[in-house]
């Protein structure tokens, strides 16, 4: 049973450059979420998708911006990057409707540093 | 302002006796709780929950305790191994009908079991 798989590992870019993560749920999951995890802190939702729709939305700037396909595999977008965007990304994955529903399940994530 | 709170940012215990690990929150909607346990360079990996109805859970070795009226809830190891130590998360949802929305965490308490 393949859990939730996210792409690139690590990711090094230069600030104003543009960056897309990956991340495929694990098997029979329909929902997506996406966490920033600065150093030293826990992670902090961005967004969570569904039926290919934004479904939620925290407190990020719209420079963050996701998609969710058909297959319910996900894609998150920064634009304009920061400094501050260097963290971990993390994307979890649930069952709408599922006996766990809360139960999110997360992937290793991507490191992303930002020069 | 942040809602999920652990104040202890690391613990340290012998192997075979106890390690509790607090957290506390403030917003009261919150109905859902979640610890999860994370070692570096992996992802966040889901523990233990519970729900806002009971006061207590337990799964092996992991017990959780929630205490609406202090808004506060403990996980309990018992006994701790070393494999135990890393990171542990409380997290919190606010149930939206059956459908699986944001958690929000708190910033984690490393513990670390002494063989």
């Known amino acids: 049973d393949a859990g939730v798989t996210q792409s690139p590992t690590h990711l090094i870019k230069t600030r104003g450059q543009q960056v897309t993560l990956r991340c495929s749920p694990k098997?029979?999951?329909?929902?997506v979420s996406w966490y920033q995890q600065a150093l030293g802190q826990g992670p902090q939702f961005i967004f969570q998708?569904?039926?290919?729709?934004?479904?939620q939305r925290g407190n990020f700037p719209d420079r963050f911006s996701g998609h969710q396909f058909p297959n319910y595999s996900s894609e998150l977008n920064v634009n304009a990057l920061l400094l501050g965007d260097s963290a971990l990304y993390l994307c979890?994955?649930?069952?709408?409707?599922?006996?766990?529903?809360?139960?999110?399940?997360f992937g290793p994530g991507t490191r992303l540093t930002v020069l | 302002d942040q809602q999920v709170k652990q104040n202890s940012p690391s613990l340290s215990v012998q192997e075979g006796r106890i390690s509790i690990l607090n957290c506390d929150y403030t917003n009261s909607m919150f109905d859902y709780f979640l610890w999860y346990k994370k070692y570096p360079a992996e992802g966040p990996t889901f523990l233990i929950s519970i729900s806002s109805i009971k006061d207590k859970n337990e799964d092996g070795r992991f017990t959780v305790f929630l205490n609406k009226s202090a808004k506060h809830l403990s996980l309990h190891i018992v006994p701790s191994q070393p494999g135990d130590s890393a990171v542990y998360f409380c997290a919190a949802s606010a149930d939206s009908g059956g459908s699986n929305y944001k958690l929000t965490f708190g910033k984690g308490t490393l513990l670390t079991v002494n063989p």
């Open positions: 979890a994955s649930s069952l709408v409707g599922g006996v766990s529903y809360n139960e999110q399940f």
């Open positions: 098997s029979g999951h329909d929902t």
């Open positions: 998708y569904y039926e290919e729709e934004e479904r």
